[in-house]
């Protein structure tokens, strides 16, 4: 475009009159037709004052895309990330700096849509439960907003219960769940005391399988019997069914006899110099944990945020449990017991169910009974 300046008319002076008095820098409506006038030019100074352009009151292609991207405010429109043009404006960069806050890594704050910003944006709605498309539409506005309220100085507990009210009147029925139980075919995992790993994993999921769908929930395994995806091939088979939730079926094992308890990790990672993690696999994490432990006397070996291949890639909030060390003569026997089997698949389901309940319908660890299973 070619400069405009002092003494300029025309329409792309009334577009300029027009953004500036959008961004409050110019008085006067639409119907005051001046041209480029002292008054214009010193809007113009102003904004480029407050956008560290350079400041000379006149509009040349910088402070000419400075006005455009300037109109834009937070929820003017939908965004996402167009290979072709990318969306570039001050509700990217608000976007940005949000995500920035929440502990997100959409990249530089530059105002620009990329793939790096539509990644962070991903991650969010992953976290939060939604629909993972990058789309930056009413629905993940309004979580984000609601959500940054408590994320940038609010408590703990309230960051709980805002995440329950972005979960809405939500129940278990209608839920899709991802059961993963590791290894698989030839690759039997641990195995130790007559017992290997990719057998009871695979148990257990199909103990949960059964739980799950008397709530309504929807299931789904990675694997059947005797194949054994590998993680990423796992984490697209979750991505692909749309899940809410992912829970990898594991044991431990160690060199030594005495390792023994139940672990159960999440999404975490330190990127830069920034800690993520997944909010929502936190909570899942925490809420299986104390299932299990309340429910056996299994040791407890706490939760942990791990960057592992699965939990990394899958876009749904995902755990992954160790119940129990085959190595560990207690806690084979435990395994190889199909009572206890039970209980582990109860308790791991209960922990489900409790993730999708509402706050004020909470119950007891341990005390979650499915009365259509008791008998
Ligand atoms: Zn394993």
């Known amino acids: 475009m070619q400069v405009v300046r002092r003494g300029d008319d025309g329409p792309v002076v009334s577009e300029i009159r027009d953004k500036l008095a959008r961004l409050g820098l110019l008085s006067g409506g639409p119907l005051q037709q001046a041209g480029y006038d002292d008054a214009v030019e010193q809007a113009v100074r102003a904004f480029q004052q407050a956008r560290g352009l ?23 429109r939908s965004l996402s990330y167009a290979v072709n043009h990318p969306y570039v404006g001050d509700d990217v960069a608000a976007l940005q700096q949000r995500l920035l ?28 439960g939604l629909l993972t498309d990058g789309i930056l539409g009413p629905t ?36 899709r769940v991802v059961l993963d139980p590791g290894h698989g075919g030839d690759d039997l995992g641990a195995c130790a005391h007559n017992l290997a790993e990719a057998d009871v994993a695979y148990d257990l999921a199909t103990r949960m399988e059964g739980r799950l769908g008397a709530l309504g929930i ?11 995806p590998d993680d990423e091939d796992r984490a697209r088979f979750a991505n692909d069914t749309g899940a809410d939730l992912l829970v990898s079926l594991h044991t431990d094992a160690a060199l030594s006899v005495h390792p023994s308890g139940v672990a159960t990790y999440y999404y975490g990672a330190t990127l830069r110099d920034r800690h993520v993690r997944s909010v929502v696999g936190e909570r899942l994490a925490t809420l299986i944990q104390r299932e299990l432990v309340a429910r056996t006397d299994l040791l407890d070996c706490r939760i942990h945020p791990k960057a592992w291949t699965l939990l990394r890639l899958t876009r749904m909030p995902a755990v992954r449990v160790d119940v129990g060390y085959v190595t560990s003569m207690g806690d084979a026997r435990r395994l190889s017991d199909p009572e206890f089997r039970d209980t582990v698949a109860e308790a791991i389901v209960a922990a489900i169910q409790r993730l999708f309940l509402p706050a004020d319908h909470d119950i007891p660890t341990g ?9």
């Open 218 to 228: 929807d299931t789904l395994l990675t694997r059947g019997p005797d194949s054994a």
């Open 101 to 128: 806050e929440m502990g997100f890594d959409p990249g530089r704050c530059d105002g620009r849509f990329g793939p790096q910003t539509a990644a962070a944006l991903r991650e969010f709605q992953r976290n939060v």
């Open 140 to 175: 993940t506005l309004g979580a984000l907003q609601r959500l940054r309220r408590t994320v940038t100085g609010g408590s703990a507990s309230e960051r709980r219960e805002e995440e329950q009210l972005l979960r809405g009147s939500s129940a278990p029925a209608g839920r």
């Open 54 to 76: 350079r400041v000379d009151g006149v509009v040349g292609p910088e402070t000419y895309r400075a006005l455009d991207e300037a109109r834009w405010q937070l929820g003017d």
């Open 367 to 375: 005390q979650f009974r499915m009365p259509a299973l008791t008998g």
